[in-house]
């Protein structure tokens, strides 16, 4: 797996964990404060129910706590997010076209290829887009998958227009290959 910029995972697998660890932490508190009040408050120690009356401080904090974990989450995964959708701007432009049974490659330099090659250390911006159905391009190295556009559908209304796109560079040769073998399934995308 590679590290650095390139690896998109990075951005939603911390994402994924700091949600992990808040609902963790919420189970085991949850949890602790049922077992508490099932022996603090049973029918032997409370055998006549009291009346409990409203308590702002609490309230104001039930509300509060839960807002900041929200909005801790959305910024996580902003950040995550902004981070996976910037690319460099010295990044090589390859334009992916996916069709029913092939995935086409354009490079800056005229070739075109159905097989995706990038240089080694340089970051690559794959500018995607669709000839006839919606798509999913997945490179494991560099997951998350990305979603081409359907011209069909109206996203996109020109073939020559790439509204998806996903930054990636490969670390080392053996990171493109693993590129390759992975798009050039004779599946559908």
């Not at 949600?19 to 009040?37: E, H």
């Not at 069909?152 to 493109?176: F, K, N, V, Y």
């Amino acid at each position: 797996m590679v590290t650095g910029w390139p690896n998109m995972s990075n951005p939603a697998d911390d994402t994924f964990f700091f949600i992990l660890g808040i609902s963790l932490t919420l189970l085991a508190l949850n949890t602790g404060v049922m077992i508490y009040f099932v022996f603090r408050y049973s029918r032997k120690r409370h055998p006549q129910a009291e009346e409990v009356k409203e308590n702002t401080p609490i309230e104001i904090i039930w509300t509060v706590i839960p807002t900041l974990l929200v909005l801790a989450i959305f910024y996580v995964g902003w950040k995550g997010f902004v981070y996976m959708r910037t690319a460099p701007p010295d990044a090589m432009p390859v334009k992916v076209t996916a069709r029913q049974w092939s995935w086409t490659f354009d490079y800056a330099n005229g070739k075109e290829t159905n097989v995706l090659k990038v240089p080694v250390e340089k970051p690559v911006k794959l500018l995607i887009t669709s000839a006839d159905v919606l798509h999913s391009l997945f490179i494991p190295a560099y997951s998350p998958a990305t979603v081409s556009t359907v011209h069909e559908l109206g996203i996109a209304s020109d073939t020559s227009a790439h509204a998806g796109w996903a930054p990636l560079a490969a670390r080392s040769p053996s990171d493109s290959a693993s590129a390759k073998r992975s798009i050039c399934a004779s599946g559908r995308g």
